[in-house]
């Protein structure tokens, strides 16, 4: 899932070469964001439950931002104003959280590739929000958007058929969809101007803490984090033990492409961070399919484009339609997580 970022433009000494390198940074952050669902995958196949994948994901991200800004001398990134918190709590809760949780549920239940493309409709979400509640004036674009989502996700689900997806899967997908249409609204109300750094080590320091009074971390099974989990798939004969995979979910598929997403920053618009990072749904379906042989029908890859154009549509609605623009997420997707 894409980094919590501030909208602003990039460095004015910003060269070809360096607009080069940002997208190389995000692209790759994508790619890692993608193929941490399957890995994931194999996570929660061990016997770790999807709230406690997603608290461990949360704190282990924590700690390991502290880290890299305490070896780079750059503690001084975290202060924030206090009456920024608040909303950095919510984020943090809503946008890094709940939102994990309900990703982890999803692609427990469904293919990898159907469970985040559900996640991806938040910023559609975000569109009708702004049209229907709000009553501003966002064009025709909002309504495109909508119908190309739902006739999307009516591909997808291939409503025509008998074949039924697990309901408790598409509540998940459908409630992590909302948690990110939250975690941009939110975002949008946020005053003053946050580093990308502080807002990213705030969001789930905040997440850890909610983690500590609902699933604490103790809970979880010495016994499961040392045992082994097989790679599935055509993997199936590899197991891997399954702290190892906690690692790597959490080193490879959280902090290093937050942070190739903050190092973008410099040479790109949190808005075209934003768009590159709408890659991490065809990475994840692609990586499940060729690893977790979750093979989607025609339809569905047909559907799933449909989405994906349908979110493009969403997200050009233009922010000063939205409440504050101060300090402006980008869309995850591990949010996020993915």
């Known amino acids: 899932m894409t980094i919590p970022t501030i909208e602003s433009a990039p460095s004015d000494r910003a060269t070809d070469s360096h607009v080069v390198l ?57 202060r924030v104003p206090w009456r920024s918190l608040p909303h950095l709590a919510v984020l943090g809760v809503v946008g890094a959280a709940l939102i994990q949780w309900f990703y982890f549920e999803a692609i427990d239940r469904l293919p990898v590739g159907i469970a985040i493309l559900l996640e991806f409709t938040g910023p559609v979400l975000v569109a009708v929000y702004a049209r229907l509640v709000q009553r501003h004036q966002v064009g025709r674009g909002v309504w495109v958007a909508l119908a190309l989502s739902l006739a999307g996700l009516a591909l997808v689900a291939e409503v025509w058929t008998d074949t039924r997806l697990d309901p408790g899967g598409l509540a998940a997908g459908a409630a992590a969809a909302a948690c990110l249409a939250t975690f941009l609204l939110v975002g949008r109300h946020s005053s003053g101007t946050i580093d990308p750094a502080a807002s990213a080590f705030w969001t789930f320091a905040f997440a850890s803490l909610f983690w500590v009074a609902i699933e604490p971390l103790w809970r979880v099974e010495g016994s499961v984090l040392g045992g082994t989990t097989s ?87 233009p922010t000063d339609l939205l409440p504050h623009t101060a300090a402006v997420p980008s869309a995850p997707t591990g949010a996020a997580p993915g």
């Not at 940002?22 to 439950?49: M, P, R």
């Not at 903050?262 to 961070?273: E, G, I, K, Q, S």
């Open 231 to 317: 790679l599935g798939g055509r993997l199936d004969g590899i197991d891997l033990p399954v702290w190892l995979g906690l690692g790597a979910v959490i080193v490879f598929g959280t902090l290093l492409p937050y942070l190739l997403d903050l190092a973008a920053l410099a040479h790109l618009t949190a808005t075209t961070v934003g768009a590159v990072g709408m890659l991490e749904p065809v990475v994840a379906a692609v990586v499940a399919w060729a690893w977790l042989e979750q093979a989607l029908s025609v339809a569905q890859v047909l559907g799933g484009l449909v989405i994906l154009a349908g979110v493009a549509i969403a997200l050009r609605v």
């Open 22 to 78: 940002g997208y190389a940074q995000v692209i790759v952050a994508a790619a890692l964001f993608g193929t941490n669902a399957s890995v994931s995958k194999a996570v929660l196949d061990a016997g770790i439950a999807p709230r406690q994948l997603a608290a461990l994901r949360c704190t282990g991200a924590a700690v390991g931002l502290l880290a890299v800004l305490v070896a780079v001398g750059a503690l001084g990134k975290l």
